[in-house]
T-cell receptor, first 112, second 114 residues
Framework: RKEVEQDPGPFNVPEGATVAFNCTYS??????FFWYRQDCRKEPKLLMS???SGNEDGRFTAQLNRASQYISLLIRDSKLSDSATYLC?????????????FGTGTRLQVTL | EPEVTQTPSHQVTQMGQEVILRCVPI?????FYWYRQILGQKVEFLVS????????KSEIFDDQFSVERPDGSNFTLKIRSTKLEDSAMYFC????????????FGPGTRLTVT
């Protein structure tokens, strides 16, 4: 099983749609969880940290289910500017605390 | 808002040459990292650095690689003898509170080995 697994997409959605991304991780001892976004040929930018209680930042909601080793990201009212690759990122996924382990990313294309 | 900066933005080098990639982490950060991303692939961890020493390194980070914090602001990655397969985007990241917390990435250096 991959350390961090995501559906690569692409997800093509119209502006205003709600879209959900899922991610699973293999190491039950993983400690910290994040969603980053990456535009083409740019650096990963932190979107939000993910907490067990769930957290929301504007149109973005992240959920963590430790029992299922599952992380989700919900984007409501999609904007054209949301088009990017969304990276599920886990700290401690490989049993070491120092590094972030990235999924391959899910590509989102929001269209008019 | 403070940012991680990296130079150069693009480096072209010949196989076998040494390259040094430079990073200036955010000023009050204490933990520093290098990652790489080969075109079309996922971001991969190379090394973490704290208190002037390596905390963790991946299997990619072999004897050809080294890191240094030569002064109070710069953090460098040296590749001693570049190979074609070292061609990738190299990202520097930093954070203030340690590896369990969010890391902030620089814009990257695109390394092309010919």
């Amino acid at each position: 099983r991959k350390e961090v697994e995501q559906d690569p997409g692409p997800f093509n959605v119209p502006e205003g749609a709600t879209v959900a991304f899922n991610c699973t991780y293999s190491n039950s001892a993983s400690q910290s969880f994040f969603w980053y976004r990456q535009d083409c040929r740019k650096e990963p930018k932190l979107l939000m940290s993910v907490y067990s209680s769930g957290n929301e930042d504007g149109r973005f909601t992240a959920q963590l289910n430790r029992a299922s080793q599952y992380i989700s990201l919900l984007i409501r009212d999609s904007k054209l500017s949301d088009s990017a690759t969304y990276l599920c990122v886990v700290n401690g996924a490989a049993g070491t605390a120092s590094k972030l382990t990235f999924g391959t990313g899910t590509r989102l294309q929001v269209t008019l | 808002e403070p940012e991680v900066t990296q130079t150069p933005s693009h480096q072209v080098t010949q196989m076998g040459q040494e390259v040094i990639l430079r990073c200036v982490p955010i000023s009050n950060h204490l933990y520093f990292y290098w990652y790489r991303q080969i075109l079309g692939q996922k971001v991969e961890f190379l090394v973490s650095f704290y208190n002037n020493e390596i905390s963790e390194k991946s299997e990619i980070f072999d004897d050809q690689f080294s890191v240094e914090r030569p002064d109070g602001s710069n953090f460098t990655l040296k590749i001693r003898s570049t190979k074609l397969e070292d061609s990738a985007m190299y990202f520097c990241a930093s954070n203030a509170r340690g590896p369990s917390y969010e890391q902030y990435f620089g814009p990257g250096t695109r390394l092309t080995v010919t």
